[in-house]
């Protein structure tokens, strides 16, 4: 919760480039190479382009080129696991400021940014004509299966941080998914006050993994505290 609010005026986005530079001009310096114009749509870039083209470091790279692979990874995770719209394949640019200077990345408080677009895309699908859900899944999924042990798979006994990594090769099936539907929907109706894990990052076995750092007092008062959750123009 603690730090910048990841935000910015997104009205002429081309004009407000560091020095007034154009904004692919920018993108070219960034990443050293422009990608094909089917590969753009307005602000955005296929994320295939920058698979394809990110995918391998060399051994002997430099320091620069680390820089730019870093900056790759960086707008992947941000456009398709932590901020993803239901497209699932495209790469924003407004991200540009952000990565530009890496060791600023740190200073912003992206938790309380994820959360916000986490609660803005649940309150999205909740409309009638809305059939699919955005926004950081593995997140909500993974705070599912720590609240509500009925409904969490066999297995993945083994305590580790990031705590949502206990989860992590989970890979359910599409086998049955009909009747499995069904079943996690009785599940939710019989739920009882004492089927929910109302603490649990209380327990001995967590608080045995997690950072120290998350333990002190400070954040102990961040985590209690009132206060805006915001993402560009979603604020929560």
């Known amino acids: ?90 790469i924003h640019i407004w991200w540009l400021p952000f990565v530009a200077r890496l060791d600023d990345m740190g200073s912003y408080s992206w938790g309380s940014a994820v959360l916000a677009w986490l609660y803005h895309c649940m309150c999205w699908v909740v409309n009638r004509n809305v059939t699919n859900l955005a926004g950081p899944l593995q997140l909500l999924q993974a705070w599912i299966f720590w609240q509500f042990p009925s409904l969490r798979p066999q297995g993945f006994d083994t305590y580790s941080f990031p705590l949502a990594s206990r989860w992590a090769t989970y890979l359910p099936t599409s086998d049955r998914k009909e009747e499995r539907v069904i079943q996690c929907r009785l599940a939710l109706d019989r739920l009882s006050d004492r089927d929910i894990v109302w603490e649990p990052y209380a327990s001995l076995n967590v608080m045995a993994v997690v950072h120290p750092e998350i333990l002190t007092e400070e954040h102990s008062w961040l985590r209690r505290a009132c206060t805006c959750l915001i993402y560009f123009t979603v604020i929560e």
Not at 15 to 26: A, I
Not at 29 to 51: D, I, R
């Open 1 to 90: 919760m603690d730090g910048l609010p990841v935000s910015g005026c997104l009205t002429d986005f081309e004009k407000l480039m560091e020095e007034g530079k154009p904004v692919w001009e920018w993108f070219q310096e960034l990443f050293g190479k422009l990608p094909p114009q089917n590969k753009v749509k307005q602000y955005t870039v296929h994320f295939n382009w920058f698979h394809e083209r990110f995918r391998v470091l060399s051994d002997d790279a430099t320091e620069e080129t680390v820089c730019i692979y870093a900056r790759a990874y960086i707008m992947m995770l941000l456009s398709t696991q932590l901020f993803g719209d239901k497209s699932g394949n495209r």
